[in-house]
């Protein structure tokens, strides 16, 4: 399985040598850039999560986000904001205002690296912008 962990205090982790990881979902495929987000976005602690790989059965990846309550490493909701689009993988997003309105949107690239010569590889830059609802509007 592939999984999101956390650090919970990373600079005890630094000084002692020791790093213990604490499992926050193993649910993303193949997770690659993991953003905290400010409490702010959210109204609440989150993480920000691009996920999917070329390797085959990762390939789908998605764009999420994961809040939790303050006092907890497991989240307590689960936020897929992107639209699944088959064999596309994302391997970082970003909050941005993208449209001057004083929300942050995603921004976020995709691509496509099929195994087979005669399928042809292709990207995107995604835009997901902000609802007025983040958290349970359409992104």
């Known amino acids: 399985k592939d999984e999101v962990t956390v650090v919970t205090d990373f600079g005890t ?13 193993d649910n993303t495929l193949w997770p690659n850039m993991v ?10 602690p989150s993480l ?11 390939t ?12 907890s490493t497991t989240p307590t909701q689960h936020i897929k904001l992107s639209t699944d689009k088959k064999d596309f993988f994302y391997h970082k ?9 004083g929300d942050n949107d995603v921004l976020a690239a995709r691509a496509t ?3 087979l ?15 007025g609802d983040p958290v349970s509007g359409n992104w």
């Not at 920000?48 to 990762?58: D, H, I, N, S, T």
């Open 13 to 25: 982790s630094v000084n002692t040598g020791s790093f213990d990881d604490v499992l926050v979902e």
């Open 35 to 44: 953003t905290m987000l400010p409490k702010d976005e959210f109204g609440q």
């Open 48 to 58: 920000l999560v691009a996920g999917g790989f070329l390797v085959p059965g990762k």
């Open 60 to 71: 789908t990846g998605s764009i999420d986000v994961f809040l939790f309550d303050s006092e």
């Open 93 to 101: 997003a970003v909050m941005h205002d993208m449209d001057g309105d």
């Open 113 to 115: 690296d099929p195994t």
């Open 117 to 131: 010569p005669w399928q042809k590889k292709a990207s995107e830059l995604l835009w997901l912008e902000r609802p």
